[in-house]
């Protein structure tokens, strides 16, 4: 007779749920882990991963283009995106497969269904095979996100895509409008442009890439646009009228209304938490504008309760979730735990170029009434990028004036998103703008950019 009693229930198998159930099952509890699609969640198989695999074919068709720049010498050169959306498949599905390989190592028991919340301590699983009654002391709702669809612009899978049909795309875009210039729209953008289609960009807000460092944003914009992308920002699709393998787009800026017409749309405007069937209003979880409020140890406010990941609210990011999962199983099992802190996590977009950031833009930092040092220093200073090929960037550092303290790094260019690990570590360990100064980065690498940001911020730069 298979178990039906745990210390902690997971709903939600994705780089949060499964964490968690793994780290808790460590720690020798009882672990069930829930899951109604897929393991490995979005990110595994409809996120993170699949776009990475997409994203890496489409720079390796650009750098074959570019073959003549460094003594090369390709022709004829094609992709079959077919083939490129195989690729990116087998990649997802080889992870997720081993999600299941490591909850079963770890002795976690997985029940494939759909969960609900009936009381406190209680969980009610329907699979294909009927009703399952669980009961747990602790229970982590771990539930994602999912595309948010705005009335009229929801995806139909042929004219309109949300990322699930970007990323198994039925035909080749040729004239293609991308809503959203988040990470996710940028993504996408940045991928079927570099294959061809001729892309617009609309962005509701002032500039791309909103959440990012406004030189950043300007910078990014520049490098778009030299790759012939349209950006639009302060600009609304306010309908999408379908017809016939065309969709006329009604595009207001500035109060005025144009029409445009497109092959494709891809909608890419934020996600909504998978709070739905849970049963959370019943049980006394208080839910704002689709996602579980927490407190920063991801308690519910209902006792053995919890709630990680994109659920919980921003940052909507993967290692963040995953993170949380492993704070929230130690917390159960009697350990001490650190409260995540937002500003310490950092966030990459996987566009050409890349971009990655970890804590406050200048414009917070002054806004939170700190007295700044910024400093910057552009890759075309760098021995290494420029050897790469990859003249254009830029590492950027902002300290509090006071202290010294490393309030924030913002970065655009080549393997950035590699790049900002050091700074994340460097405020993790609360670094200064000494210790960083004082530290030998390797040469040549693009590592020794960060360096001399830093250097500039207090009028040090060497090589710029």
């Given amino acids: ?18 964490v968690a159930a793994i780290r808790g099952a460590q720690l020798g509890l009882s672990v069930a882990v829930i899951e109604r699609e897929h393991l490995g969640g979005i990110c595994l198989n409809w996120g993170c991963i699949p776009t990475k695999a997409m994203l ?122 991308v809503i959203g210039s988040g990470a996710i729209g940028i993504e996408f953008a940045s991928f079927y442009n570099t294959l061809g289609a001729d892309t617009t960009v609309v962005e509701v807000m002032d500039r791309v890439l909103p959440v990012e460092d406004a030189e950043i944003s300007a910078f990014a914009k520049k490098q778009f646009e030299k790759q ?49 069937g849970l049963g959370l209003e019943k049980l006394g979880v208080k839910i704002d ?48 735990v650190h409260a995540i802190k937002p500003e310490t996590i950092a966030g990459c977009t996987y566009c050409h170029p890349q971009v990655a950031s970890v804590g406050y833009s200048e414009a917070k930092a002054k806004e939170l009434g700190y007295d700044i040092k910024v400093g910057r220093f552009p890759f075309i200073g760098n021995g290494k990028a420029i050897a790469l090929g990859e003249p254009e960037g830029m590492v950027k550092t902002v300290f509090d004036a006071k202290t010294g303290e490393l309030l924030g790094a913002h970065m655009i260019g080549a393997e950035v998103t590699e790049l900002i690990q050091g700074y994340v570590v460097g405020r993790k360990l609360e670094t200064t703008e000494e210790d960083l100064m004082e530290t030998v980065f390797p040469h ?21």
């Fill in 289 to 336: 504008r689709t996602h579980v409020v927490t407190d920063e140890f991801c308690r519910t406010g209902v006792e053995g309760v919890f709630a990680i990941g994109d659920i919980a609210g921003a940052p909507w990011l993967a290692h963040k979730a995953s993170h949380e999962g492993v704070m929230v199983a130690e917390m159960i099992a009697g350990k001490k």
């Fill in 1 to 18: 007779m298979a178990a039906t009693s745990f210390d902690l229930i997971v709903i939600g198998a994705g780089p949060g749920g499964y």
């Fill in 228 to 276: 012939g992308m349209k950006i639009r920002e302060k600009t609304m699709v306010k309908q999408l009228d379908r017809g016939k393998g065309k969709v006329v787009a009604h595009i207001e800026n500035g109060g005025k209304v144009t029409t445009e017409e497109f092959d494709t749309v891809i909608s890419a405007v934020g996600i909504v938490g998978n709070v739905e």
């Fill in 56 to 177: 890496r074919s489409s720079e390796v068709f650009h750098l074959m283009h570019r073959a003549k720049e460094f003594g090369l010498s390709a022709g004829n050169i094609d992709y079959d995106l077919d083939a490129v959306v195989k690729r990116s498949r087998g990649v997802a599905g080889q992870l997720a497969g081993g999600v299941g390989h490591l909850l079963k190592k770890n002795k976690v028991t997985v029940i494939m269904g759909e969960a609900s919340v009936p009381a406190k301590g209680k969980v009610t699983v329907k699979t294909d095979k009927g009703v399952q009654d669980l009961t747990a002391k602790n229970i982590i709702l771990a539930t994602g996100a999912r595309a948010r669809e705005l009335p009229g612009l929801e995806g139909d899978g042929d004219l309109v895509w949300t990322y699930k049909t970007a990323l198994t795309p039925p035909r080749m875009p040729k004239k293609l409008l």
């Fill in 444 to 464: 040549p690498t693009l590592s020794e950019m960060m360096h001399e940001s830093v250097l500039d911020a207090y009028g040090r730069a060497i090589h710029f």
